[in-house]
């Protein structure tokens, strides 16, 4: 039946930021998320020391569990709090300094390297910034984007990937006439087209 009232919402970065701000990050899961344990041999696919993919970041206690079993991880986040908090709250030391591509942009970077945390919109992000990935774990991200920004979200996702990528989306199911979301309801049907 289509997304009914939530096709038409946006929802703004200061609305994100002031999130953040007042700790109302109910999406954020303290334990990591158990579909990518689940669907983990998935996304690796028997490689090691891949580069994975964390779009709209936060601050994802995934991205240290995979950086510690070798992998390279680069997350994107409009917060700087939530990139901060990620560090800190991990004990990890960390460099911070400007994306010269980016207008206001910063780079988290963890000190042993293998952590990077873009703090600037996702669509300020380009393959000749970031690089291409080899995975990317969208846990919240594709379910947290505009619905009017799904195809410039997905295009961009699609620029980032190598060839043999592994692409791991949770979406979320619900009647979208009683949620306006965010997070939205992307049908599954939506999802094919969008990425082809």
């Known amino acids: 039946s289509g997304a009914g009232p939530q096709t038409e919402r946006v929802v703004t970065e200061e609305e994100w930021l002031q999130k953040w701000e007042m ?7 303290e334990q990591g998320h158990p579909l ?9 696919n028997g490689r090691s020391g891949l580069r994975i993919f964390f779009p709209l970041c936060g601050k994802a206690v995934e991205m240290k569990w995979l950086a510690d079993m070798g992998h390279s991880v680069v997350g ?5 709090q939530a990139l901060k908090d990620f560090f800190s709250e991990h004990s990890l030391p960390y ?5 010269p591509e980016i207008s206001g942009g910063k780079l988290f970077q963890s000190t042993s390297g293998n952590i990077s945390l873009y703090c600037c ?15 990317v774990w969208d846990r919240g991200a594709l379910v947290a ?6 195809q410039r979200y997905v295009s961009l996702m699609i620029s980032l ?10 979406t979320v199911s619900y009647d979208p006439n009683k949620h306006k979301g965010p997070p939205f309801y992307v049908p599954e049907s939506e999802v094919k087209s969008l990425f082809g």
Do not use: A, Q, T, W
């Not at 700790?23 to 899961?29: E, L, M, Q, S, T």
């Not at 994107?76 to 700087?80: I, K, L, M, P």
């Not at 984007?145 to 799904?150: F, H, I, S």
């Open 95 to 99: 460099c911070e300094e400007p994306v």
């Open 161 to 170: 990937m190598e060839k043999n990528s592994s692409y791991l989306l949770v």
């Open 121 to 135: 919109s996702i669509y300020d992000l380009s393959s000749s910034i970031v690089g291409k990935f080899d995975g």
């Open 23 to 29: 700790g109302n990050i109910g999406f954020h899961k």
């Open 145 to 150: 984007v505009n619905p009017c920004d799904r």
């Open 36 to 44: 990518l344990r689940k669907y983990l041999d998935v996304l690796l």
């Open 76 to 80: 994107v986040e409009v917060s700087e």
